[in-house]
C-alpha cells in the first residue's frame, strides 16, 4: 500500500512539476487522437449514413461487416497499416513510420468503424417523421439528411467521443506504427506500457489520472452542450 | 380546365399487400376535399403519394397537368408546391421561429421578406409572439398550430392534413378549422384527412372515401360507389 501511495505522490509531483516527457506524452496523445478522430469521423459518419439511409443488396452483410470491424484488435491495424508504410511497402516512401502521422492513420481506421456504427445506429434510432417533414417542406436530399443529422446531433457526437476514448486509450497501434520514440511519438498509453514494464509506476500513475481527466473532461463537455 | 390533380389506376402495394388501389380520380384547383375512411383505409398512403412523397407502385398521378416523373431533382420541385401535415407533426428542435423559417431557409428565403412571412403565418395560428419559444415545448394544439404555420408561411399551392384535428384541444381546433376552410378563396386546394368531416366542413367541400384502400365515394357524385 505503502508503495502505491508513494507512486501516487510521486506522480502528483510529476504533474506538479511538469516534467518534460510527461508533458511531451500528453500532448502527442492528444494531437494524434484530435487528428485521427476528426479523420474517422469523416470517414464513418457518412458511411453510417449512407448504410442507414438506403436500401441495397447485401445490406445486413454490410452491417455485420461493419460491426466486426468494431472488434479488430488494434495490433491487426498495427500489422496492416504496417505493411503498407513500411520501407517496403506500396506508401513506404511517404515517410511515415514512427511518425505521429502514422499513429494516426491507423487510429483513424481504428475509430472508423465505430463512429459508422454508431452513426448508423443513430440514424436508424431518429425519428421516421425527420426526413419526411424536411422533405414535405422542401428540402432537397442533402438538406434533409442534413437536418436530420442536426436532429440527432447529441448521438452523433456520443459516436464520435466512443471512437475518441478508443483512439486514446490504445496501445497497439500507437506502439506499431510510432515506435514509442521518447520526445516524438511517445503517447500517454505507450509510456505507461514502457514505464511499467520498467517498475517505474510513478509516472504510469501520472499519466493514468491524466488519460482519466481526459476522459472526463469530454464527457463533461459533451454534457454541457447537451443541455445547452 | 386542367384539375390539380388525375390519378390514373394509381395503385401502392407493401410486399403482398395492397394498401391502395383508385382506378381515376381528379381534384380541382381550390377546392375542398374531405378524405374519410376508417383507419387502415389508405388515407395517409394516398396523402403521401399527393403530397410526392411516396412512389405509387403502379398507376400515373398527374399534377397540373404533367405526369409526375418520380425523379430527383423534378420530385424537389413539385414538393415545394404541396405541404403535407401530418397528424403528429414533427417540430425540428429549436424554436417556434426556427421551425416556421424551415421551408424559407430551404428555398434560400432570409432575412427581412422571410420574417414578415413568418410572422403573418404565426399570426393567421394564433401565436403571435410565440416566436422565441421552443418548438417541442408547447402544448399539444399549439404544436399542430405552429406545424400548421410552418406550411402556411410557404404559400403551398396544395395543403394536404392528416387528421389536423386529432388530439388538439378545442380551441386550437377552432383556429385551425378557421384557418384551412379559407385557404380554398384564396385559390390554395386543401385536402384534409379526418374521421368526422361534419365538424370541420363548409358548404363547398368534397367527399372523398376510401375503405380498404378503394374509393367508395368520389367527390361530387354525390352516392356512395359500389364496392368492386
Redesign the interface.
Known sequence: MDFLLDSLRAALHLIEMRDPAFCHAVWTSLYVSFWSIILAALLGIPAGLAVGLSDFPLKRTVITGLNSLMAVPTVLIGLLVYGFISRQGPFGGFGLLFTPSAIIVGDALLAAPIVANLALSSVRGAHAAILPTAMTLGGDRLQSVLTLVSEVRFSMMAAVIAGFGRVVSEVGVAMMLGGNILGYTRTMTTAIALETSKGEFALGIALGIVLMAVALAVNVIFQFLQRK | MEPLYRLEAVGKRYGEKEVLDIPGLEIREGSFHFLTGPNGSGKTTLL?IL?F?LRPTSGALYYAGRRVEWK??TL?AL??E???L?Q???L??GTVFSNVA??LK??GIDGGAGKERIDKALKMVGLEGFGDRRARALSGGEMQRVALA??LV?APRALLLDEPLANVDRESAEVIRGVIAGLPARGTTVIMATHDPGRAGGQNDELIRLEEGRISRAPSDGREWEKR
Open positions: 403521401s403530397a412523397l430527383g431533382e424537389v414538393r415545394r404541396v405541404t403535407l401530418h403528429s407533426p414533427y425540428f428542435d424551415y421551408g430551404v428555398r410552418r406550411a410557404l
